[in-house]
């Protein structure tokens, strides 16, 4: 989905100012990588691409939280991640990779932009809300709750639950 649409909805869910920032090529990275043993395809150790946004952190932004096709990994035991943010230092990384049917060789459905923008909006929003300092929410099914696979995901809804909303909130 156009990154400018994806900002206007964080504003509008956080009630903040969003910019975005000119892209960076992923060759510009220090970052580990890995070929997905399942995929076949690269990925990026999403911990280094946390610690070379928060050196890139504006002075002037509550967080920075970057937008990729590449697939992501937390952990070496890990498969993959849709994203990951910090709790404490105001970064976060979304891959919108495995949220495209296209990734796995699958054709993509009629309508499958609107799936994708779905997708990727759930997960900026899930990320960003980790900046706030929320964890995974375990009272409801909500946006700050996890997810496991992305049929999960996509049975989770754009909103928050009452109890994350007070977090937010307060």
Not at 16 to 43: C, F, G, H, W, Y
Not at 82 to 97: D, P, R
Request: glycine share 6%; aromatic share 10%; charged share 20%.
């Amino acid at each position: 989905p156009p990154l400018a649409q994806l900002a206007e909805t964080v504003q509008a869910f956080f009630m903040l100012e969003v910019r975005t920032l000119p892209a960076v090529k992923v060759s510009d990275l220090t970052v580990k990588s890995r070929i997905n043993e399942r995929t076949k395809k690269r990925q990026l150790f999403a911990p280094e691409v946390l610690g070379w946004l928060r050196k890139r952190l504006p002075d002037d932004a509550f967080g920075l939280v970057a937008v990729t096709m590449e697939d992501l990994y937390p952990a070496p035991s890990w498969n993959f991640v849709f994203g990951m943010a910090s709790l404490k230092q105001g970064v976060g990384v979304q891959s919108l990779a495995r949220q495209d049917p296209a990734f796995f060789g699958e054709p993509r459905p009629d309508g499958w932009q609107a799936l994708a923008r779905r997708r990727a909006t759930w997960t900026l929003v899930h990320e960003i809300s980790h900046l706030f300092g929320l964890p995974h929410c375990t009272y409801w099914r909500c946006v700050v709750a996890g997810s496991n696979h992305q049929d999960e995901a996509d049975r989770s809804p754009l909103h928050a639950c009452p109890v994350c909303l007070r977090k937010l909130y307060s």
